[in-house]
C-alpha cells in the first residue's frame, strides 16, 4: 500500500515567506498585515506546524506580526480502471494516529491517480504600502 506522506511544513513555508516578500519588496510594502492561504489535503501539512514555522521565519522582516489564515482543500482522486472519481479513501494509521489518505480506489481497490489536492496556493496577500 503506497502512503503518501511527507513531512515538509519548515521547506513549504520558507518558500510561502519568500514568495510574499518578494512580492511585497517589488511593490515596496512598508508592511504585511494578512496572507491568505489554500492547502490542499494531500500536501499532508499541519497547519499549526505552518503556523509555528511562519511565525519563526517572518520574525524581524516586514512580515512579523502579520496574520496567516489557513484554509483546507479536500483532494480528488480518479481511478483508471472503473472510473471512480472523488474522494479519498482513508485508512487509520497507527503512527500518525489520524485516518490517513491512501492511493487505492474504494471500488476496486485499484491504484488511482491524483487529480487534484496536492497545490499549496497564496490565494491573497494585505499589504501596507
Ligand atoms: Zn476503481
Known sequence: MEIAKE?????????????????ANQ???????KVNLTIGSLTFLN???????YKILTKE???EGSILEIEGKDGTV????CEYEG??????DSIFHAPIPVLQCPQCDGK??????????IRSVKMLL
Open 87 to 92: 474522494d479519498f479513501k482513508y485508512v487509520d
Open 112 to 121: 488511482v491517480e491524483i487529480i487534484s489536492g496536492k497545490d499549496c496556493l
Open 47 to 53: 497547519p499549526e506546524q505552518v503556523q509555528f514555522w
Open 27 to 33: 511593490r515596496k510594502a512598508r508592511r504585511v498585515v
Open 78 to 81: 480518479r481511478c483508471p480502471k
Open 61 to 63: 522582516t516586514i512580515m
Open 7 to 23: 513531512v515538509h511544513e519548515g521547506s513549504i513555508t520558507t518558500q510561502i515567506v519568500e514568495t510574499v516578500l518578494n512580492e
